[in-house]
T-cell receptor, first 111, second 114 residues
Framework: GESVGLHLPTLSVQEGDNSIINCAYS??????FIWYKQESGKGPQFIID?????DKRQGQRVTVLLNKTVKHLSLQIAATQPGDSAVYFC??????????FGQGTELSVKP | KAGVTQTPRYLIKTRGQQVTLSCSPI?????VSWYQQTPGQGLQFLFE???????NKGNFPGRFSGRQFSNSRSEMNVSTLELGDSALYLC?????????????FGPGTRLTVL
């Protein structure tokens, strides 16, 4: 069956450094990818998305990279701030319209 | 515009009972999806409703059911509760009209089964 995996369950970075959170997926037919951020006690919040016809998309301080050849997705956060501390999920839509999530990476930002 | 709301926020039940959770989507959104979040399994898709019809279903037993009303509000029901049903249940709405786009999540209902 389909699977979505994250490379690291936790990531600790220094404030001001760049963070990179990775995600791997198994279904090469997936055509829409999305990153969510979940803070403690809250529901997931949309960060950025990308379609399969792109390999890079930039937002405010965030960049998503998609490598369809190796089925890998990454989220880069520039100049990481304490407010970025949260659990980050990648989500992948399959052709059946279901959103499959990875397990999540907990990002901790050290001041 | 008000966000997705879920009620109740917290719920404690005992094994064998049944529970109904409610979700009010963002005004104008017609698609509502439900997810179960647990530390061990992460976020797992339960089902999706669009215009009062179940459009997609995840791999959960028949004890988990849902429905959507004409105003797009949705409920999910879990019957014969088991300890393993303890989780955060999240509802998400989107405005998509046949295309995939962003889902907006509510704060969730924390269900504890004793």
């Amino acid at each position: 069956g389909e699977s979505v995996g994250l490379h690291l369950p936790t990531l600790s970075v220094q404030e001001g450094d760049n963070s990179i959170i990775n995600c791997a997926y198994s279904n090469s037919a997936s055509d829409y990818f999305i990153w969510y951020k979940q803070e403690s006690g809250k529901g997931p919040q949309f960060i950025i998305d990308i379609r399969s016809n792109m390999d890079k998309r930039q937002g405010q301080r965030v960049t998503v990279l998609l490598n369809k050849t190796v089925k890998h997705l990454s989220l880069q956060i520039a100049a990481t701030q304490p407010g970025d501390s949260a659990v980050y999920f990648c989500g992948i839509y399959n052709q059946g319209g279901k959103l499959i999530f990875g397990q999540g990476t907990e990002l901790s930002v050290k001041p | 515009k008000a966000g997705v709301t879920q009620t109740p926020r917290y719920l404690i039940k005992t094994r064998g009972q049944q529970v109904t959770l409610s979700c009010s989507p963002i005004s104008g959104h017609r698609s509502v999806s439900w997810y179960q979040q647990t530390p061990g399994q992460g976020l797992q898709f339960l089902f999706e409703y669009f215009s009062e019809t179940q459009r997609n279903k995840g791999n959960f037993p028949g004890r988990f059911s849902g429905r959507q009303f004409s105003n797009s509000r949705s409920e999910m029901n879990v019957s014969t509760l088991e300890l393993g049903d303890s989780a955060l249940y999240l509802c998400a709405s989107s405005s998509e009209r046949g295309e995939v786009n962003e889902q907006f999540f509510g704060p969730g209902t924390r269900l504890t089964v004793l």
